[in-house]
């Protein structure tokens, strides 16, 4: 299967450029989806000013793009001043989307990225009522540790090696040339 088979579309790190597809994708969730991803009901103000501080260097969005938008992303932020010890990792899939795989998927990109940064605890924090992630994060092995109504699940990224370095080299690659052919269809919007 080709990337850009999967439910038509493409997973792809984010560049921080495009912060702006980033910020579109949250304002479409839905109520629940935005109580689910952010742990309390947020209006769309929040959601902007939100988006507005990603894009910087202490985080990777990775995102499903398809045909130019945004359907579904994984931040993974960096705990500290360097990417290094602990990072954070939040999720969101747009209703349509959700329940085919794309969730798992972003997720074992973000182990990926955070593995090959030195990350060697990654943390979830999702409500307790939240059974979907807690699902997806325990196949990736998360510890989950229920802490004040909130699950936090731990994930131990593993040592980086030349294959999962080398595969995510290739993947950013291949990802710019997917960047560079959905800048027309920015422009033209
Ligand atoms: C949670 C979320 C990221 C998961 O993404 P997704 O693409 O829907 O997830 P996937 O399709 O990869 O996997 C979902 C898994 O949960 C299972 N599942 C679905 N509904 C479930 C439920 N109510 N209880 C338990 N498991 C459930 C599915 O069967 C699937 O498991 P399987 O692959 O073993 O069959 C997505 O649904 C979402 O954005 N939810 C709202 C925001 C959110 O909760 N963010 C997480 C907080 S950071």
Redesign the pocket.
């Known amino acids: 299967m080709t990337e850009s088979d999967f439910w038509g579309g493409t997973f792809r790190k984010l560049w921080p450029t495009e912060t702006e597809k980033f910020r579109d994708h949250l304002l479409r969730l839905d109520k629940e989806?935005r109580r689910?991803?952010f742990g309390m009901p947020v209006n769309d103000q929040f959601i902007s000013d939100y988006a507005a501080r990603v894009g910087d260097w202490d985080s990777i969005i990775h995102a499903f793009v398809v045909n130019g938008e945004v359907r579904?992303a994984a931040e993974l932020r960096r705990i500290g001043d360097h990417w290094s010890g602990e990072a954070e990792a939040?999720?969101?899939?747009e209703t349509d989307?959700?329940?085919?795989?794309?969730?798992?998927e972003l997720l074992g990109r973000v182990v990926r990225s955070a593995r090959n940064r030195g990350i060697d605890r990654l943390y979830?924090?999702?409500l307790l009522e939240?059974?979907?992630?807690q699902?997806?994060a325990k196949?990736f092995e998360a510890s989950l540790q229920f802490e004040h109504g909130d699950v936090i699940g731990r994930v131990q990224p593993g040592v980086p090696t030349y294959l999962s370095i080398w595969s995510e080299a290739i993947e950013d690659g291949s990802n710019f040339m997917m960047a560079v052919l959905d800048l027309p269809k920015r422009r033209a919007a």
């Open positions: 989806t689910l991803r579904a939040a999720f969101s899939v989307y959700q329940n085919k795989g794309i969730g798992s979830m924090n999702c939240n059974r979907k992630m699902r997806v196949k």
